[in-house]
Structure formats: C-alpha cells, structure tokens
C-alpha cells in the first residue's frame, strides 16, 4: 500500500539553527501540505501546495519557513532559523484531489534546544 | 472562519460498550467533515468523511458518523468498543474550494477492560 515516508523521525537542533524536513508523498497525488502539532495541542495547518506553488498559509507559516518540490519526488519544509518554540510534531501529508484523502506520514519530531 | 469543537479531550470507555465522540462545527456554509485516528508514534489515518452525499456515513473499524445540520454535529459512534480502538481521534473540517483541512483539538478515547 502507498505511504507518504518523512525523514528523520527526530531531529534534535540548537536555536538559530537551519532545519530541513524531508517527505516523500505517495507518487500520483497533487496536493501536498504539512501540518504541525505541539506536545498536547491540536494539529495545526502550516501551508499547502500544488501545481508547484504554495496555495495557502497559515499565519504560523512566516518567513522563517519555506517549502519546496525540488526533484517531483520529495517535498521538504525548511525552518531557517529555528526558536525554541518550533518544538513539534511535523507531519507531512498528501492528497490525490481536493477535498481527497489526506494520507499522513507518521512524523518527524523537532527537538529545538 | 470554520472551525470544529470536540467535546470531552478524554473519553474512557469499557469493552463492548457504546462509543460516541462529539464534534460540531461552525460554518457558514454546508463544510465537508473528516474523522481521523491517531495511534500512538503514528500519523493520523482517516476514518470517513462526509461531502454531502447520506449523512450517515460509515468508515473503517466499525465507526460511523451522521451529518445533522440542525445540529451542526458530527458525532462519531460505534456500537462495541475494542480494545484495539483506543487512540486520540480528530475531528476535521474542510470548506468548499478551500485548501486546508482545520482540526479539532483531539479526544483521547480509552477503552477499559
């Protein structure tokens, strides 16, 4: 069965530092998003994308952060420089049509120190 | 803006009996509804959706939900509780020809032997 895969499952940084999260979405779908989700808190809407382009935001989804496609394969979310409270859940999902089943990877936790 | 709330963050239940896990929504107009799961160290996998089609709508595991607009619920139930259902569920909302799925905050449902 197709599954959307994130790499690394934990990434522990200090503050100010780059981070790059990785996700492989499943190979037909368009539609790719990421989420986040505080210890104990809801899960959160960062930014969508299709057609190459971000489609929508959230307001969390500031300057610090950017998404990209760069092989058709991969789609990575970047935190320039990250801030203690980027500590999160990151999960990374994929959908084949709008409206569609969202399939989510099982996460990568960010450990900012 | 849209939004759901889930009533009760924790619902503790025994095996074999009745689970119902309460959602409503706020929306102007008719939304499309989502029920996901999340096991523990796992991503979020969805349970059924409603896009306007019957308002009961039943999903995997044995969970169904029923659209009431006059209610503005999306209750989630199943008849007999196993121990294997225990996980945190999510209630979501998706407005037509928006991108972003916005979630509830979660209720951690447990099952008692």
């Known amino acids: 069965e197709p599954e959307v895969t994130q790499t690394p499952s934990h990434q522990v940084t200090q503050m100010g530092q780059e981070v790059i999260l990785r996700c492989v979405p499943i190979?037909?779908?368009?539609?790719f998003y990421w989420y986040r989700q505080i210890l104990g808190q809801k899960v959160e809407f960062l930014v969508s994308f299709y057609n190459n382009e971000i489609s929508e935001k959230s307001e969390i989804f500031d300057d610090q952060f950017s998404v990209e496609r760069p092989d058709g394969s991969n789609f990575t979310l970047k935190i320039r420089s990250t801030k203690l409270e980027d500590s999160a859940m990151y999960f990374c999902?994929?959908?084949?049509?709008?409206?569609?089943?969202?399939?989510f990877g099982e996460g990568s936790r960010l450990t900012v120190l | 803006a849209q939004s759901v709330t889930q009533l009760g963050s924790h619902v503790s239940v025994s095996e074999g009996a009745l689970v119902l896990l309460r959602c409503n929504y706020s929306s102007s107009v008719p939304p499309y509804l989502f029920w996901y799961v999340q096991y523990p160290n796992q991503g979020l996998q969805l349970l059924l959706k409603y896009t306007s089609a019957a308002t009961l709508v039943k999903g995997i595991n044995g969970f169904e939900a029923e659209f009431k607009k006059s209610e503005t619920s999306f209750h989630l139930t199943k008849p007999s509780a196993h121990m294997s259902d225990a996980a945190e569920y999510f209630c979501a909302v998706i407005l037509q020809g928006a991108q972003k799925l916005v979630f509830g905050q979660g209720t951690r449902l447990t099952i008692n032997p």
């Open positions: 999902a994929s959908s084949g049509q709008w409206a569609g089943e969202l399939f």
């Open positions: 190979s037909n779908h368009l539609y």
